[in-house]
């Protein structure tokens, strides 16, 4: 009997820190927390990419730095707070950690054609299926599905309890997904992630940065809630793909598709926020202060101060206005206490507007100041 054992597995393309750890493990015959134990460290260090840790699995691993940096990338690591680096650019945590964890049964589907006794030591968890706005396997054309819920970190990414019973599902036939052929939006993102390559103007822009506006924008020119995209993956993928099909042409097609609505958004009464919906929210709460994120607001917000008659000191998406722009029939008939009808009488009188225009008092904005 041969006392050599095994070489450790080489990691696979796109493979992360813990899907690699699960697979050495396999190799060795045990699972990953063991081999975690066994290495001085635990599977709670690897998930939390501790560096003692990590270095520990290289060496047990026989991985070269290069190795174990490519790992790392696909994985995510902390980079402050509740942010994490992948890629090569900064992402919100939450954004790449969820308590699903999701994959493409085609991907799977071919690391099982190995000649292995044990599913585990092939099976590889790609770091692309991590972040929520990657939907589709751009290589099979298939939807990214559901593997398994949980909500406690080290037991969602104990790969060793959960992929067994996913061989399993996988041989039987019983784990699909739907075909869906690859948008601009699905391709432009596989690619960035990959390597990096980006032919259009949002080369200077994040991944995140970018595929959050998407998805906020295409929902408002789709007329989608937030319940929907977050519950309905075809919703999800709908405003994903609308809103890049507009931000991928440059600035002023952005620009201009702001502007068409607000100008829809001609009730009375209506205020930005019900105007632009989640887009606005986001934008002026959550991503706030995120400056990956400026170029978006300072668009959103020149929009704003385009179609509402908003006052001086007013801040709109975290900047105070200077001076006001214009007026409104309703804001210049408060300052200068007359009554709108009777204000209205001496602007259709002196051709500011004609006495049958269709607008709200409070969007008749041809007044300057």
Same mark, same amino acid.
């Given at each position: 009997m041969s006392s050599v054992l095994p070489a450790p597995p080489s990691p696979k393309s796109r493979e992360t820190t813990i899907s690699y750890l699960s697979r050495l493990a396999a190799s060795k015959g045990v699972g990953a927390r063991e081999y975690a134990s066994d290495m001085g460290a635990s599977l709670k260090r690897v998930v939390n990419q501790d560096d003692e840790a990590l270095e520990r699995m290289a060496h047990w691993g026989k991985l070269s730095p290069e190795q174990l940096d490519e790992l790392k990338t696909w994985t995510g690591c902390r980079a402050g707070n509740v942010r994490l680096k992948f890629r090569g650019e900064l992402y919100v945590s939450r954004s790449l950690r969820n308590p699903t964890i999701r994959g493409c049964p085609d991907c799977l589907r071919e690391d099982l054609d190995n000649d292995h006794d044990d599913p585990l030591e092939v099976l590889v968890m790609r770091g692309h299926w991590q972040f929520r706005e990657a939907l589709i396997c751009?290589?099979?054309?298939?939807?990214?599905?559901?593997?398994?819920?949980?909500?406690?970190?080290?037991?969602?990414?104990?790969f060793s309890q959960h992929l067994p019973a996913i061989a399993t599902s996988l041989n039987a036939g019983e784990l699909t997904s739907q075909q869906c052929d690859p948008t601009p939006y699905d391709i432009w993102l596989d690619r960035r992630l990959e390597n990096g390559e980006d032919e259009t103007w949002l080369s200077s822009q994040t991944v995140y940065a970018v595929a959050?506006?998407?998805?906020l924008l295409g929902m408002q020119l789709r007329s989608l809630s937030t319940s929907d995209v977050n519950e309905n993956w075809e919703s999800r993928h709908t405003a994903l793909s609308a809103g890049f099909d507009v931000v991928?042409?440059?600035? @002023? #097609?952005? $620009?201009? !598709?702001?502007?068409? *609505?607000?100008?829809?958004?001609?009730?009375?009464?209506?205020?930005?926020?019900k105007a632009f919906g989640a887009l606005h929210r986001k934008l002026s709460t959550d991503l706030l202060d995120d400056p990956a994120f400026a170029l978006f607001r300072t668009m959103l917000r020149d929009?704003?101060?385009?179609?509402?008659?908003?006052?001086?000191?007013?801040?709109i998406l975290g900047e105070p206005v200077e001076r006001r722009r214009f007026h409104s029939?309703?804001?210049?008939?408060?300052?200068?206490?007359?009554?709108?009808?009777?204000?209205?009488?001496?602007?259709?009188?002196?051709?500011?507007?004609?006495? @049958? #225009?269709? $607008?709200? !008092?409070?969007?008749? *904005?041809?007044?300057?100041?």
């Open positions: 751009v290589k099979h054309h298939r939807q990214l599905v559901p593997l398994w819920t949980i909500q406690a970190p080290i037991d969602r990414y104990d959050t506006f998407c998805r991928r042409r440059g600035e @002023d #097609d952005i $620009r201009s !598709e702001l502007n068409e *609505l607000a100008a829809k958004a001609d009730g009375v009464g209506v205020e930005p926020k929009c704003i101060l385009e179609h509402w008659p908003i006052d001086a000191d007013e801040v029939l309703t804001t210049a008939a408060k300052e200068t206490g007359t009554s709108q009808h009777l204000l209205n009488i001496f602007l259709v009188d002196a051709g500011a507007w004609s006495a @049958d #225009d269709p $607008r709200p !008092e409070s969007r008749r *904005l041809d007044l300057s100041p």
